[in-house]
C-alpha cells in the first residue's frame, strides 16, 4: 500500500504490553489523513463518558499519506485526543522531521494509553519500541529534555516531541513541542501527556516510505519546487516568512473576517 507503511503502533503505560496491527486497507482509504484515521481509531477503541486526564483516555501521533516521500512541505503530525479543555475531540498538529522519521520508522500512527506510575518516555527505533525511565527530564523544559535524550542517544537524527513543565502540572493549554520548538498547540494536548507521566516520545527510522510510481512522484515534486520558488516574492510569503501566521489577521481585520465576541463583530470598520 503506497504512501503509508500499513503499521499502527499502540503502547499502555499502564501495563507496559506493546503492540503493532496493521489495519485493512480500506480503512485508510476511507479515512484519509492522520485526522480521519486519527478520529477512525479513537471511536472505535475509546469509551464514551471518559475522563480526559484519565488512563482509558488515549491520545494518538499521525502522520497523512504525503509524509516522508519528499513532497514538499508534507511533515506535519497530528495529535488526536479527547480534549480536557473542552471535553470533546481534541486535535494539534505541528510541523518539522518529526513525522517523516516515525513514519521512516515503520509507523502510520502511534497511539498511548494507561498511565505510567513514574516518568516516562517511549523510545522507538524501527522495530525496536521501549518504555524508559524519565525522572531525570521530569521538570526540565522542553529545550532541555530534547538536548538530554539526543545526547543519550547519541544520535543527532533523534526527533523529539515533548512536554514542559505545563503539560506536567496538567495545563490545559500546554503544548506538545518537537525539537527545535515547534508546538502542536491545542486542545490541551500537552496536559494529556503530563496526565499519563508521558514526558517525551523520541523516534529514529532507517526505512523509506513506499511510493507507488516514484518517477511521478520526482516530476511532481519538481513542479511543486518550482511553483514554490515563483512565489517567494509575493509580499503576503514575505510577511509570513517573518512573521509566522500572526501576520494573518494583518488581512482578516480589514476584510471584515476577523471573529470578535463570538463572531458578534467581525472588525470590519471597528
Known amino acids: 500500500m503506497a504512501g503509508y507503511t500499513g503499521k499502527i503502533l499502540f503502547v499502555d503505560l499502564t501495563s507496559g504490553l506493546i503492540t503493532k496491527e496493521s489495519l485493512p486497507e480500506q480503512v485508510y482509504r476511507e479515512h484519509i489523513g492522520g485526522m480521519g484515521l486519527g478520529a477512525k481509531i479513537l471511536c472505535a477503541r475509546m469509551k464514551a463518558g471518559i475522563d480526559p486526564l484519565g488512563p482509558e483516555n488515549m491520545i494518538g501521533f499521525l502522520a497523512g499519506v504525503l509524509v516522508g516521500t519528499g513532497t514538499p512541505m508534507a511533515t506535519k503530525y497530528t495529535v488526536v485526543t479527547k480534549s480536557p479543555l473542552t ?18 520508522a515503520g509507523y502510520d500512527g502511534v497511539f498511548i494509553t494507561g498511565a505510567a506510575s513514574k516518568p516516562v518516555y517511549l523510545l522507538i527505533n524501527d522495530d525496536t519500541v521501549e518504555i524508559k525511565d ?6 526540565k523544559s522542553t529545550r532541555e529534555t530534547v538536548d538530554t535524550l539526543t545526547a543519550e542517544a547519541g544520535d543527532k537524527r533523534l526527533r523529539v516531541a515533548c512536554i514542559g513543565p505545563s503539560g506536567e502540572k496538567r495545563s490545559l493549554i ?29 523516534v529514529r527510522g532507517s ?64
Open 207 to 270: 526505512g523509506k516510505v513506499p511510493i507507488a510510481k516514484p518517477s511521478e512522484m520526482n516530476r511532481l515534486r519538481d513542479e511543486t519546487l518550482t511553483h514554490l520558488r515563483n512565489v517567494e516574492t509575493l509580499p503576503f510569503i514575505k510577511v509570513l516568512s517573518t512573521s509566522g501566521t500572526c501576520a494573518g489577521p494583518l488581512g482578516l481585520v480589514p476584510a471584515g473576517a476577523s471573529p470578535i465576541k463570538n463572531w458578534s463583530l467581525n472588525g470590519d470598520k471597528e
Open 134 to 139: 524519565a525522572s531525570r527530564v521530569w521538570g
Open 174 to 202: 500546554a503544548s506538545i513541542i518537537t525539537d527545535d520548538g515547534r508546538a502542536a498547540a491545542r486542545s490541551g494536548v500537552g496536559a494529556v501527556m503530563g496526565s499519563k507521566h508521558l514526558k517525551a516520545m523520541a
Open 87 to 104: 471535553g470533546t475531540w481534541g486535535d494539534a498538529n505541528s510541523g518539522g522531521l518529526f513525522a517523516t522519521e516515525f513514519k521512516n
